[in-house]
């Protein structure tokens, strides 16, 4: 959200008040779905989830999935029709991820999460647009931020899998973290840097900024490459979260 009302025009409190709770609805909606269906894991990985916990049942959880579902395009349509479009093309990525079991394919699962990223981050901005002056996507800024953030998510995200690989493998995932155990933290360890470089030389930035830049990147790909039990990876990801936020706000 932060990084939309970065690229976004000039806006006032309601257009962010609809844009954060629209954005928070479909967030709401992809955990209650993707808890829906990772109850097995969620056993070992995350306990203290409401169904692993046992405050809520399945049958509960997947009927409020359902009716979440018709409530977010039904919120939807009241902005426009291509608000209501965006939300009908993240409901699809996650029917994809959960009921096509996508997510269980270490590349098919990094797609639905670089779309589903996209189309929260496109929502976000139809409506902050809808409360400006100025039309949709008017500045060069806005084509190249959207564009690099759904590249570095697609490539970057299974960062998030390393501390779940215990459940994921009893769940039957086939995340990069199982399938190449060495090579995905070989590949954090290179990837992270480079990319951090890479947008630096890009967005022109000047040589403190840049080291700076790289740093961050390079210190959360060692800690992934050399740090590898479940408490580490967990730091190492939220520490993932920060770099991707500078990397993509730096614009």
């Known amino acids: 959200m932060i990084f939309t009302a970065v690229v976004s025009p000039r806006h006032n409190m309601l257009s962010l008040s609809c844009a954060l709770f629209w954005l928070w609805l479909h967030l709401f909606q992809f955990n209650v779905s993707n808890q829906s269906y990772s109850v097995h894991e969620d056993v070992l ?7 692993p ?33 965006t939300s009908g ?8 991820h959960e009921d096509f079991h996508l997510s269980h394919h270490p590349i098919f699962k990094n797609l639905c999460n670089a779309g589903g990223y996209a189309a929260n981050e496109l929502g976000s901005l139809l409506i902050l647009y809808i409360y400006s002056s100025k039309g949709i996507f008017t500045r060069r800024n806005e084509h190249k931020c959207t564009f690099l953030q759904r590249v570095v998510i697609l490539l970057t995200i299974h960062a998030q899998d390393f501390a779940d690989v215990i459940g994921d493998r009893m ?24 990319f951090s470089f ?25 800690r992934y490459f ?26």
């Open 89 to 96: 093309v993240f409901t699809m990525f996650l029917v994809m």
């Open 226 to 251: 050399f740090f590898r039990d479940e408490m580490s990876d967990q730091s190492s990801y939220r520490l993932y979260n920060v770099c991707i936020f500078y990397s993509l706000s730096v614009a």
């Open 198 to 222: 890479a947008l630096g030389l890009f967005w022109s930035l000047g040589p403190f900024s840049t080291v700076l830049f790289v740093s961050m990147g390079s210190w959360v790909g060692i």
């Open 45 to 51: 990985n995350k306990p203290w989830r409401p169904v």
């Open 53 to 85: 916990s046992g405050r809520i049942s399945m049958k509960e959880c997947r009927a409020l999935r359902w009716g979440l579902m018709v409530f977010c395009l039904s919120f939807s349509s009241l902005f426009s029709l291509n608000v209501a479009m």
């Open 171 to 194: 769940s039957g995932r086939r995340s990069l973290p199982i399938v190449a155990p060495k090579g995905s933290r070989i590949y954090m360890l290179c990837a992270l840097p480079l």
